[in-house]
């Protein structure tokens, strides 16, 4: 809900009464709580005990503390309109404070509680400007908050709340939050009904000081035994002996004292009589039309009465203090006392069933006219004027939906009657969309199944409800995709697409969004292209961010996918540029930042890698996506890899295992595994890498020859789908799969199962190029170029290593080379060296070798064997470093084959390393070579 | 309604007052006094009784009276 659409007077701290008197006895005891660090005052005490006149007294002698106030209603117990106002009051005096969620819930969505809470406590006690000052809110009315939610948040924030924090609740009951536990810790200060009662001395200023009744201490004392103190007894009791403007005044105050019994509901409902009775007939009559009205105005009352003098009246109602609260400054709204508006209701006997409705009728009208389309539709409902309701519904829910009033919506659905709600097709498509943005999507099926309802019932030929229909077909078409049936998803797009009117943009954007959807999960890629282009310019015709996003996202996923990153930066910046400027970031762009993130990973600019991929995940974790979160998180460990970072990878990793749920969409699945094989591998734990690909179905041959126990010789790739192509994350999850073979290829020494690799290798690179996928192609480039560099076929790497930097610099790409490791760095040094790279640029090849020589400072090995290398072990090494396989060194020092192994195992050992290039490498550097 | 009076819920089945009291508004002592029924005893006033039993209804307890001492 954007701040403009809060209702400000729920953010004032009420203005002090026309009568008031001061209570210091309870002033003091609010400061003491402050004075004591106590971080909750709780005001519990049943209605009529001037519970809010006593905080509001209180703050408004206050100095030093900036206060953050909050009227709620029962429409606030709603998370998202409970926390849009929360937030409102917060940044009245602290601006800033949850812009983050301001964000989200401006978008629709609703944080995980645990990162309300998160980021509030953040904003608040660690503010970025380092002013941590004192702040007090208060919630008055809390008793009409019962959503989990909300509690589960507040019990959180009360939990570490702490100084010069302060939370005031005021309420009717105790709220289910742990207050036995915080009384016994000390952290609570209470105010309840009994220290809210008048003393004899407060009861008397209040009479005879303030309303000069002139009351005897007598006649004070029976009026304080018979009310027991209660404030709202006492004042209706003042009004009905005050007479005024009663022609009918009570003289003798002794005696109506005396009258008074029973309890304080019985001489409340006197006590009304009496006040009401007085009252000349067209004033009575006001108060009980005006009833009906949770707040109001001048304007609204005339609408409502038919009057002219509704301002006049509700000036002089307040002067004579007949239970009207100011809301504002200016008094311009009011409120009735609720237990008085409760009594005044109760008595609408007096008012026929059809007047009572031809008030709400007109009060949904007049606040429909003002643009509160959500008074407007309670008052309609009240009114059982389901055709204005249905309408303002029709009209007003997907805005409201989207301004995160999801739970208020639905509860309005259900007060329709269902022969009405069925009318109501736009209401439930809303909530389906809805739940569809959440990834809902069981939850989206009942809203579908009943827009089917209604299609049946209007019949084939109904051409009016075309847009409606073409809606629903593009939404079951992306329930479908979802369901893993893109087949019947690609027919519904392509039903949706045909039956969309032609100047309907919103349905065409929705039914280009499906198609487009569907295109890119079947590979095929220009069409989809073409479908999302298309969506985005409906979308921006019919004014639907939402979908102008997700097409966006599918378009700038595509681009990243197929290496044109470029192209990718290009669609995916100006609409985060524009985000920004707007306040407004849904947490679905976290895609485009993570897109962002791993371009700038690819062109080697580490930072804005970083930054971008941050935020991603700030966004995902607002958005509480979990899927988004692990791919955020697999790509800070990637980063933190190549940088040589192992620990911060392996962190990294490791909070993905808290996200996981039971079931991952498979393209995070595939990117998760395949980057835990690229660290198990740089930790050199292979066992561990097998494992993890095993899942995933590869298969392995071990070996049981050598010194190792077993290692994997050759691996067959998992069958896909039949006519399904290699998508992104599958191919990078297969090229671990070569990683895994090349690692134990170099580290047993054993080649064997290299050219079987060389072969899969190549079986990859064919399918990626077939589809497109650069990034894949690359990998799988200088993953055989390795291989094959193993094997001793120089001639056939320096192809491989000539295509992937011919390829790779159009988009300047870098990335897939550095991560790589040195071993692709040397390797291309050799070349540039020998002349062996063609036209490729040399500027290229240079940076790649510095930017992969870049020393580590978190995890660079020490600068020395961790025990000296024999002669024999050095002779080896040597002969290593001349390029000499295993067999050769065997013949050359007439030692076995198994004596090799050995050696250089204890070679390994020594210099920290796990592979023979690392070997060679770290030898030159030790002078060792 | 503003006084303190000592109140007794009977509730159906067993109740863990430990677990009970780490959320609960107000304390409560917790004790089996019939096979298929607990007593909770607390001393509150009128808005914290209405709290207590909200929040005891909220846990998925059976209330079956309430009675307040004298």
């Keep these: 809900m954007p701040k403009s659409a809060l209702l400000t007077t729920k953010l004032h701290c009420p203005p002090p009464p026309a009568y008031r008197v001061e209570r210091c006895r309870l002033a003091q005891r609010l400061n003491d709580g402050l004075n004591l660090n106590r971080p909750l005052t709780l005001v519990s005490a049943p209605a009529g005990f001037g519970k809010t006149s006593c905080v509001g007294e209180w703050v408004r002698g206050l100095d030093g503390w900036p206060i953050a106030w909050l009227s709620l209603e029962p429409a606030d117990d709603d998370p998202a309109r409970f926390f849009a106002y929360l937030l409102g009051a917060l940044q009245n005096v602290r601006p800033g404070v949850g812009q983050e969620i301001v964000g989200v819930l401006h978008t629709g969505h609703l944080p995980p509680a645990g990162v309300i809470t998160a980021t509030l406590l953040n904003d608040l006690l660690q503010p970025e400007d380092g002013r941590a000052g004192p702040l007090l809110l208060i919630l008055d009315d809390f008793h009409v908050i019962q959503h989990p939610f909300i509690l589960q948040v507040l019990e959180q924030l009360l939990d570490n709340l702490r100084p010069p924090l302060h939370l005031v609740l005021i309420t009717r009951e105790d709220p289910p939050l742990p207050l036995a536990r915080l009384r016994a810790d000390n952290r609570l200060t209470e105010i309840r009904a009994g220290h809210l009662r008048f003393s004899d001395a407060e009861a008397t200023r209040f009479l005879n000081d303030r309303l000069h009744l002139a009351l005897s201490p007598a006649d004070v004392a029976r009026l304080q035994e018979k009310t027991e103190g209660w404030v709202v007894g006492l004042q209706l009791a003042a009004l009905a002996l005050q007479g005024a403007p009663s022609p009918c005044r009570e003289t003798d105050p002794t005696r109506f004292i005396a009258s008074l019994r029973g309890s304080h509901r019985f001489i409340l409902d006197y006590l009304t009589e009496q006040v009401l009775d007085r009252q000349p007939p067209n004033i009575r009559r006001f108060l009980l039309q005006t009833a009906i009205l949770g707040r109001l105005n001048g304007d609204l009352c005339n609408a409502v009465t038919g009057r002219e003098d509704g301002h006049s009246l509700l000036d002089s109602l307040f002067s004579a203090n007949l239970f009207l609260v100011s809301l504002d400054d200016e008094g311009q709204w009011y409120r009735y006392h609720h237990l008085f508006a409760d009594l005044l209701r109760s008595r609408h006997g007096a008012l026929s069933k059809e007047e009572v409705a031809a008030l709400h009728l007109r009060a949904a009208r007049w606040y429909a006219e003002a643009g509160m389309a959500d008074s407007a539709i309670d008052h309609a409902l009240a009114a059982e004027a389901y055709d204005l309701a249905v309408e303002l519904l029709e009209t007003h829910a997907l805005a409201m939906i989207r301004q995160g009033y999801a739970e208020t919506v639905n509860g309005w659905l259900q007060a329709v009657p269902a022969a009405w709600r069925c009318q109501s097709t736009r209401t439930d498509l809303a909530f389906a969309w809805m739940h569809l943005l959440r990834g809902a999507y069981a939850e989206a099926a009942p809203y579908l199944e009943q827009v089917e309802a209604a299609l049946a019932e209007a019949g084939p030929s109904a051409s009016s409800m075309d847009s409606v229909n073409a809606e629903w077909l593009a939404m079951r078409s992306l329930v479908r995709q979802m369901e893993g049936d893109p087949a019947e998803g690609e027919k519904l797009a392509r039903a949706a697409l045909a039956t969309a009117p032609v100047q309907d943009a919103h349905a065409r954007s929705l039914a280009y969004f499906a198609l487009g959807s569907v295109l890119r999960l079947v590979e095929s890629t220009i069409p989809a292209v073409d479908a999302h282009r298309e969506a985005i310019r409906q979308a921006r015709a019919a004014g639907n961010p939402v979908v102008e996003m997700l097409s966006t996202v599918g378009l700038a996923g595509m681009a990243f996918e197929h290496g044109r990153l470029r192209l990718a930066v290009e669609i995916t910046e100006p609409v985060v540029t524009r985000l920004e400027h707007a306040g407004r970031t849904p947490p679905i762009s976290g895609v485009l930042y993570g897109i962002l993130g791993e371009a700038h990973y690819q062109w080697h600019r580490l930072e804005d890698a970083r930054r971008y991929s941050l935020r991603a995940l700030q966004l995902s974790t607002l958005g509480g996506y979990n899927s988004g979160r692990i791919i955020c998180r697999i790509y800070l460990a990637r980063l933190a890899q190549m940088e040589g970072d192992l620990e911060t990878a392996t962190r990294e990793l490791q909070q993905v295992g808290d996200l996981v749920p039971e079931r991952l969409p498979d393209y995070v699945r595939q990117e998760l595994v395949a980057q835990q094989v690229r660290l198990y591998l740089a930790r050199n734990r292979p066992d561990a890498a097998s494992l993890a690909l095993q899942g995933e179905g590869f298969t392995w041959e071990e070996s049981l020859a050598g010194e190792r126990a077993a290692h994997f010789r050759a691996f067959a790739f998992p069958e896909r789908p039949q006519g399904n192509g290699i998508g992104h994350a599958a191919g990078l999850l297969y090229n671990s799969g070569l990683r895994l073979l090349l690692h134990e290829a170099l580290a047993s020494g054993d080649e064997d199962g290299l050219p079987g690799g060389v072969a899969l290798a190549g079986r990859l690179l064919d399918a990626a190029t077939e589809g497109g996928y650069l990034l894949v192609a690359l990998e799988a480039l200088l993953l055989r170029a390795q291989m094959r560099a193993a094997m001793g076929d120089i001639a056939a790497a320096a192809a491989d290593y000539r295509q992937a930097l011919q390829q790779a610099a159009p988009e300047g790409i870098v990335g897939v080379f550095v991560e790589q490791g040195p071993p692709v760095a040397e390797a291309l040094a050799t070349l540039l060296e020998q002349d062996r790279l063609g036209d490729v640029a040399r500027d290229d090849v240079e940076r790649i070798i510095a930017l992969t020589h870049t020393p580590s400072t978190t995890t660079a090995a020490p600068e020395a064997p961790l025990e000296p290398l024999t002669e024999r072990e050095l002779e080896v090494l040597r002969l290593i470093a001349e390029g000499l396989k295993y067999k050769e060194i065997a013949a050359k020092l007439f030692i076995s084959l198994n004596t090799v192994r050995f050696h250089i195992k204890a070679i390994y050992g020594k210099l920290g390393v796990n592979r023979r290039a690392r070997a060679v490498e770290k030898a030159r550097r030790l002078r060792l070579l | ?70």
């Design chain 2, 1 to 70: 309604m503003d006084e303190t009076y000592t109140y007794q819920i009977r509730v159906r089945d067993g109740v863990d007052d430990v677990a009970l009291n780490a959320a609960s508004p107000v304390k409560v002592s917790a004790a089996r006094v019939e096979p298929d029924a607990t007593l909770l005893t607390t001393c509150t006033d009128q808005s914290g009784l209405i709290g207590l039993l909200r929040y005891v209804h909220q846990q998925g307890y059976v209330l079956l009276s309430v009675t307040r001492e004298p």
